[in-house]
């Protein structure tokens, strides 16, 4: 086994809750201790091969449940960073690291002496006192063998070890490309003409940005989000729009050294043929087989028909568009990158209403309190900033967070703002997770949410849209699932739940951001401290459902495309035209012309290609049926209706995969959930 030598991150943290030193931390750390932790994992393992006692659920399944705790350190801290605070040299780290875990796992996967033991085990399962999350967990280990081809003949486990170590080099090569390639580009402006009309939160943080660069005047912008969007809906020049969204469509595209186009036929391919060695005929027959949605026909009877619903809806809104530009002086078809403009210019003409009237009022610091404050008065918890617990960033918070009673229940931490090394988009992940130690020690979650939010400047706050808001409610909705776990084992806490289920926390949070109850609690002007006007509300909830159909379609086509890609039943050949692909996947989906021959969505497609929802992007419409009809129950009893919410902590929030996630649904509310409250939520 390797040796320790002191490495900082298995020495006992003398800190508050057990929460990582990271200044103690150096890049030169993480290596040696996956080396160390790596070999201590696959020596507890030949431990449990070896045990000469009769295989029972605690020697062998509880044993290997347990496995790894050293790694689960390490990997607590490294991965996060990896994400959010990653560098050229973490990146290299990860690249050494990674097809090291793959073989590890491949080893314990494919270890016939392991699996026999665990098949005695299972095989005794109704002779042996188990409770449900007992059962739970021996269910899905014994799968997790089974499915992973522990029933293969020695050839074809080495097939599939071969063909692990390849995806899980080639996923991190595909999400290290995009976030490379995306610190690259940057858009600079020195003819205010061009941009004169976007706000002036967004030419701000521009201009800052230019400075930062190396300008001494002008505007900088990029593909963070706090940069790109809000170019693109206030954006008046549509050739410099055409820029900054060729750019960004183009992620991965381009035929240079961050290119993603081969590694997205060979992950494709790869999956196809794992899947086929392990009996499966797509992986995506192989990837739903314990999701709420069985088998891909599911998927698309789900997909097909909430799109007979709303591509009506959506043809009409954008006829009605495309005839308010052309009423206003737009010449020809309006483009991909026209849309946003003429949608956010309609939005202000016809509901009165953009997102720099909502701005002033959304001032971040007021958000956390009206987000935290929304979970007091729904569970009845509390956040605590504590400066003791030690952060890896200096924009990034800690919160000690207090259940009704006062007791201890996790840690927080917020990461709000972009910066060089941080992925785009927004995720919920933690460093810990919730588990019990022994009879009596609960072992308490340490949770991250990250963001993307638009910074503050010189002289102003991070003021935030409603539509940051609403990611703010969802990735708190999943901080949530992980805080509240109450589980035996680790491997079933908190959202590690299927992957059509784990958004529905997050998603039912959304539904607040229209409640005047709770906007009228916390949303004041940062300059004068007036309430949001009942007017600005009214507003809000006017334009809730502005372009749902076309959104709706969007998401759909997503969903289409991801399903192509992973029901394939013949490989793609090597010069399959990725662009071509795509345009007949989500066809029957689209409302607005194709957009040109460089912009090629699969080549930065991370959701599928590197962040694990391969066959599962179908689960955010999936669970956006469920959060409709869940905080129906609200609605019915009222939106903080203190009995509702707690059912929903101790029914959903608390139980992790313990059991079934339709079971847990059905014992929430009842009933299977319904689409009709989805639809009358988005006006169909």
């Given at each position: 086994?390797?040796?320790l030598n002191g490495?900082?991150?298995f020495?006992?943290?003398?800190?508050l809750?057990?929460?990582y030193?990271?200044?103690n931390?150096?890049?030169e750390d993480?290596?040696p201790a996956f080396?160390?932790?790596i070999s201590?994992?696959?020596e507890?393992?030949?431990?449990i091969?070896?045990?000469?006692?009769?295989p029972s659920?605690e020697?062998t399944?509880?044993?290997?449940?347990q496995?790894g705790?050293?790694l689960?350190?390490v990997s607590?801290?490294?991965?996060?960073l990896?994400?959010?605070?990653?560098?050229?040299?973490?990146?290299?780290?990860?690249?050494?690291v990674?097809?090291?875990l793959?073989e590890l796992?491949?080893?314990?996967?494919?270890s016939?002496?392991?699996?026999?033991k665990v098949?005695?085990?299972y095989d005794?399962?109704?002779?042996?006192?188990l409770?449900?999350?007992?059962?739970?967990?021996l269910?899905n280990c014994?799968d997790g063998?089974v499915e992973?081809g522990?029933l293969?003949?020695e050839?074809d486990?080495?097939a599939?070890?071969?063909?692990s170590?390849?995806?899980s080099?080639l996923?991190?090569t595909?999400?290290?490309?995009?976030l490379?390639e995306q610190n690259?580009?940057k858009?600079f402006?020195?003819?205010q003409d061009?941009i004169?009309?976007?706000p002036q939160a967004?030419?701000?943080?521009a201009?800052?940005?230019?400075?930062?660069?190396?300008?001494?005047?002008?505007?900088?912008?990029?593909l963070?989000?706090?940069s790109?969007f809000?170019?693109?809906?206030?954006?008046?020049d549509s050739?410099?729009?055409?820029e900054?969204?060729?750019?960004?469509?183009?992620?991965?595209?381009v035929?240079?050294e961050?290119?993603?186009?081969?590694?997205?036929l060979d992950?494709?391919?790869?999956?196809?043929?794992?899947?086929?060695?392990l009996?499966?005929?797509?992986?995506?027959h192989?990837?739903?087989r314990h999701?709420?949605?069985?088998?891909?026909?599911?998927v698309?009877?789900?997909?097909?028909?909430l799109?007979?619903a709303?591509?009506?809806?959506?043809?009409q809104?954008?006829?009605?568009i495309s005839e308010?530009?052309?009423?206003?002086?737009f010449?020809?078809e309006l483009?991909p990158w026209?849309?946003?403009y003429?949608a956010e210019?309609?939005?202000?003409t016809y509901?009165d209403?953009d997102?720099?009237?909502?701005?002033?009022?959304f001032e971040l610091?007021?958000v956390i309190?009206g987000?935290?404050?929304?979970?007091?008065?729904l569970?009845g918890?509390?956040?605590?900033?504590q400066?003791?617990i030690?952060?890896y960033?200096?924009?990034?918070?800690?919160?000690?967070?207090?259940d009704?009673?006062?007791?201890?229940l996790g840690v927080?931490?917020?990461?709000?703002f972009?910066?060089e090394g941080k992925k785009?988009?927004?995720?919920?992940?933690n460093f810990q997770?919730q588990?019990?130690?022994?009879?009596s020690?609960?072992h308490?979650p340490?949770?991250?949410?990250?963001?993307n939010f638009?910074?503050?400047?010189?002289?102003?706050?991070?003021?935030?849209t409603?539509?940051e808001v609403?990611t703010?409610l969802?990735?708190?909705?999943h901080?949530?699932?992980?805080?509240?776990?109450k589980?035996?084992?680790e491997?079933?806490s908190?959202?590690?739940?299927?992957r059509?289920?784990?958004e529905?926390?997050?998603q039912?949070?959304?539904?607040?951001?229209?409640?005047r109850e709770?906007l009228?609690?916390?949303?004041r002007?940062?300059?004068?401290q007036?309430?949001i006007?009942?007017?600005?509300?009214d507003?809000?909830?006017?334009?809730?459902?502005?372009l749902?159909?076309?959104a709706?379609?969007r998401?759909?086509?997503?969903?289409?495309?991801?399903?192509?890609?992973?029901?394939?039943?013949?490989?793609?050949?090597q010069?399959?035209?990725?662009k071509?692909?795509?345009?007949?996947a989500?066809?029957?989906?689209?409302?607005l012309?194709?957009?040109?021959?460089s912009?090629?969505?699969?080549?930065s497609?991370?959701?599928?290609?590197?962040?694990?929802?391969?066959?599962?992007?179908?689960?955010?419409?999936?669970?956006?049926?469920?959060d409709?009809?869940a905080?129906a129950?609200?609605?019915?009893?009222g939106i903080?209706?203190?009995?509702?919410?707690?059912?929903?902590r101790h029914?959903?929030l608390?139980?992790?995969?313990?059991q079934?996630?339709?079971?847990?649904?059905?014992s929430?509310?009842g009933?299977?959930?319904?689409?009709q409250?989805?639809?009358?939520?988005?006006?169909l």
């Amino acid at each position: 086994m390797k040796k320790l030598n002191g490495n900082p991150i298995f020495r006992v943290y003398n800190t508050l809750h057990g929460t990582y030193p990271f200044t103690n931390f150096s890049i030169e750390d993480y290596e040696p201790a996956f080396e160390y932790a790596i070999s201590l994992k696959r020596e507890e393992i030949e431990s449990i091969i070896n045990n000469p006692d009769k295989p029972s659920f605690e020697n062998t399944i509880v044993a290997l449940e347990q496995a790894g705790k050293h790694l689960s350190l390490v990997s607590g801290v490294f991965f996060n960073l990896l994400h959010s605070n990653s560098s050229d040299e973490l990146m290299k780290v990860s690249e050494r690291v990674i097809p090291q875990l793959s073989e590890l796992s491949t080893y314990i996967i494919l270890s016939r002496p392991l699996f026999d033991k665990v098949k005695a085990v299972y095989d005794s399962k109704d002779d042996l006192d188990l409770s449900v999350e007992d059962r739970r967990l021996l269910q899905n280990c014994y799968d997790g063998f089974v499915e992973s081809g522990a029933l293969l003949g020695e050839e074809d486990k080495k097939a599939l070890e071969q063909l692990s170590l390849q995806l899980s080099s080639l996923t991190l090569t595909y999400g290290q490309n995009n976030l490379r390639e995306q610190n690259i580009f940057k858009l600079f402006v020195d003819n205010q003409d061009q941009i004169s009309a976007m706000p002036q939160a967004s030419l701000d943080l521009a201009a800052d940005k230019a400075l930062k660069g190396g300008h001494q005047s002008g505007w900088l912008f990029d593909l963070s989000a706090p940069s790109y969007f809000p170019f693109m809906q206030h954006c008046p020049d549509s050739s410099l729009r055409k820029e900054m969204y060729e750019a960004k469509m183009s992620l991965g595209a381009v035929d240079n050294e961050y290119c993603n186009k081969q590694i997205v036929l060979d992950i494709v391919n790869k999956r196809k043929e794992l899947a086929n060695l392990l009996g499966y005929e797509t992986y995506a027959h192989m990837a739903l087989r314990h999701r709420m949605a069985k088998a891909p026909e599911d998927v698309y009877g789900l997909l097909d028909k909430l799109l007979e619903a709303y591509k009506p809806l959506a043809v009409q809104e954008t006829a009605k568009i495309s005839e308010y530009a052309h009423n206003n002086n737009f010449v020809g078809e309006l483009q991909p990158w026209d849309w946003a403009y003429w949608a956010e210019q309609y939005k202000q003409t016809y509901y009165d209403l953009d997102d720099e009237m909502l701005r002033p009022y959304f001032e971040l610091s007021s958000v956390i309190n009206g987000v935290f404050s929304l979970a007091t008065r729904l569970y009845g918890i509390t956040f605590r900033l504590q400066p003791a617990i030690p952060v890896y960033h200096k924009d990034v918070n800690a919160y000690e967070v207090l259940d009704t009673d006062g007791s201890y229940l996790g840690v927080l931490y917020t990461d709000f703002f972009p910066r060089e090394g941080k992925k785009s988009g927004a995720w919920m992940s933690n460093f810990q997770e919730q588990y019990q130690e022994g009879q009596s020690k609960d072992h308490r979650p340490h949770i991250v949410v990250v963001m993307n939010f638009t910074p503050p400047t010189e002289g102003k706050p991070s003021l935030l849209t409603a539509g940051e808001v609403g990611t703010f409610l969802h990735e708190f909705g999943h901080a949530l699932h992980g805080l509240f776990s109450k589980v035996k084992y680790e491997s079933l806490s908190g959202t590690n739940v299927s992957r059509d289920f784990v958004e529905l926390p997050s998603q039912l949070m959304e539904n607040w951001l229209t409640e005047r109850e709770w906007l009228d609690g916390f949303a004041r002007h940062y300059e004068t401290q007036d309430k949001i006007p009942q007017l600005l509300i009214d507003k809000i909830i006017k334009a809730r459902n502005f372009l749902a159909g076309y959104a709706a379609c969007r998401q759909l086509s997503f969903g289409y495309l991801d399903m192509a890609w992973h029901t394939l039943r013949d490989a793609l050949p090597q010069d399959q035209d990725i662009k071509t692909f795509e345009e007949n996947a989500w066809a029957k989906a689209m409302v607005l012309p194709s957009s040109p021959p460089s912009c090629v969505m699969s080549t930065s497609f991370g959701h599928i290609f590197s962040g694990g929802y391969a066959s599962g992007y179908y689960g955010y419409k999936w669970a956006e049926v469920l959060d409709a009809d869940a905080f129906a129950c609200f609605q019915e009893h009222g939106i903080f209706d203190k009995s509702t919410a707690d059912s929903f902590r101790h029914k959903i929030l608390e139980q992790g995969d313990r059991q079934d996630a339709a079971d847990l649904y059905r014992s929430f509310r009842g009933q299977d959930a319904d689409i009709q409250p989805l639809l009358r939520r988005t006006g169909l």
